[in-house]
């Protein structure tokens, strides 16, 4: 396994991230993060709108690691769509995680999450024009969006010359939005595969069961290796020791033929397409 994907810009960015999402701020996120970075993770997801900056961030300096030994991920909330907007929350990210500076700052998504398919084009646009301003004078490292389509995407780089880095989107088996990851690929935009696991919905599935059987390795294990194959990043999350160590090892190749195996695994309730 490659200990890392590299961005366009030059920027490596370790493989597996750690997902923060639903890890309550606290103890918990506190102790999780810390975990997952003595037990190798070297990047951390997370974002304002998950409540743990402050957790994320006390674990991170408290683990005595150099700050640029680990990369961190946060994002604007999905509601602020005005340039001023994204320099302010920005920077309350920023001081909640008491660091700084971001390794990748997101969008985290293209329309509000009590409005998904709202029209949200020129606030994009505006708040593009900020992550570019901050990208620029260094206090993030890359910048990206996250839940974006192509037609999402295409508007901010036309009104700004400037291609997001990363487009972080909910991947995973059965559920591989095929052309959006193509559109990325095209344009060199990492793909990162949130939710790896079906927020845990994956891993009583029976096809893929009987795959990582052959391998020997649990589903859980096997649904982030697929993402890995996939050239995607996976950001599995947990909260429990042993799972967050075996979602570090990925020392298994899965063979062109399961991966086709698991391309056709159909899980009808958990398929969602970007924007529905
Ligand atoms: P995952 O797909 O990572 O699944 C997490 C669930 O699987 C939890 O219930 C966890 O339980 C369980 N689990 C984890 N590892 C194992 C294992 N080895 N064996 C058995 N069960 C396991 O869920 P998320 O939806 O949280 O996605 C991961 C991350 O992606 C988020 O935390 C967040 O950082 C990011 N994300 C981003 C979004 C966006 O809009 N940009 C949206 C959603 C997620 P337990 O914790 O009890 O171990």
Known sequence: MKDYFVLSNGVKIPSIGFGTWQIPDGTDCYLSVMLALKLGYRHIDTALAYGNERSVGKAIRDSKLKREEVFVTTKLPAQYKTYDEAIKYFNESLENLGLNYIDLYLIHAPWPWAEVGKDCTKGNVEVWKAFVKLYNEGKVKSIGVSNFRETDIRPLVEE???????????????????????????????????????????????????????????????CIKYCLQKDTLPLPKSTHEDRIKANLEMDFDISDEDMKKLDNVKIEELYRELRS
């Open 160 to 222: 700004t010359n400037f291609m997001p880095h990363v487009n972080q989107i909910r991947f995973f088996i059965s559920n591989i939005q095929e052309d959006v990851v193509k559109y990325c690929k095209e344009n060199n935009i990492l793909v990162e595969a949130y939710s790896p696991l079906g927020t845990g919905k994956l891993l009583g599935n029976e096809e893929i069961n009987e795959v990582a059987k052959k391998y020997n390795v649990s589903a859980a294990r096997l």
